[in-house]
């Protein structure tokens, strides 16, 4: 794999073009706005997106299987259209089960930790790390393990 710095786009084999443009599709039938044409994902896109505009042809590309974007811009479209950044990347799962000692007893989520997870997935990775270390901090001082 490689960044083709003239057209923003990833050097991928078409089999990951075909199955990132499946994954996009899934996701756009998902979104709250119909989004079925290059047109209407160009325009939505750029709409979030705070660098360089895509053109609508790009954007077609996306869809029909003819590139994939560069990771910036998979990111706009994982957040946008609620969807984990590795998944709609690489069709991995960040889906995982939060389970606590011993590993049999999983934990049940409360509405508001699922309202608090959602808004931390659309969260740009820096600001989720600095979030990740706060907590971290946070319950170091509750457990009386912090050097502070």
């Given at each position: 794999?490689?960044?083709?710095l003239?057209t923003?786009?990833?050097?991928?084999?078409?089999?990951?073009?075909?199955?990132?443009?499946?994954?996009?599709?899934?996701?756009?039938?998902?979104?709250?706005?119909?989004?079925?044409?290059?047109?209407?994902?160009?325009?939505?896109?750029?709409?979030?997106?705070?660098?360089?505009?895509?053109?609508?042809?790009?954007?077609?590309?996306?869809?029909?299987?003819?590139?994939?974007?560069?990771?910036?811009?998979?990111?706009?479209?994982?957040?946008?259209?609620?969807?984990?950044?590795?998944?709609?990347?690489?069709?991995?799962?960040?889906?995982?089960?939060?389970?606590?000692?011993?590993?049999?007893?999983?934990?049940m989520?409360?509405?508001?930790?699922?309202?608090?997870?959602?808004?931390?997935?659309?969260?740009?990775?820096?600001?989720?790390?600095?979030?990740?270390?706060?907590?971290?901090?946070?319950?170091?001082?509750?457990?009386?393990?912090?050097?502070?």
């Amino acid at each position: 794999m490689c960044v083709n710095l003239f057209t923003d786009t990833l050097d991928m084999s078409s089999n990951d073009k075909i199955a990132f443009s499946v994954r996009l599709k899934q996701a756009l039938e998902r979104s709250s706005r119909t989004v079925e044409t290059g047109t209407q994902l160009a325009i939505q896109f750029n709409l979030r997106y705070l660098g360089e505009s895509i053109s609508q042809q790009t954007a077609h590309k996306w869809l029909n299987a003819q590139s994939i974007p560069t990771d910036d811009k998979i990111r706009v479209l994982a957040n946008w259209l609620d969807v984990p950044f590795q998944w709609l990347r690489n069709g991995d799962s960040e889906e995982r089960l939060i389970r606590l000692e011993p590993l049999n007893n999983p934990v049940m989520l409360s509405d508001e930790e699922i309202r608090h997870i959602q808004k931390l997935r659309v969260l740009p990775e820096y600001q989720r790390v600095l979030i990740e270390k706060l907590l971290t901090e946070f319950a170091l001082m509750k457990t009386g393990n912090s050097d502070r």
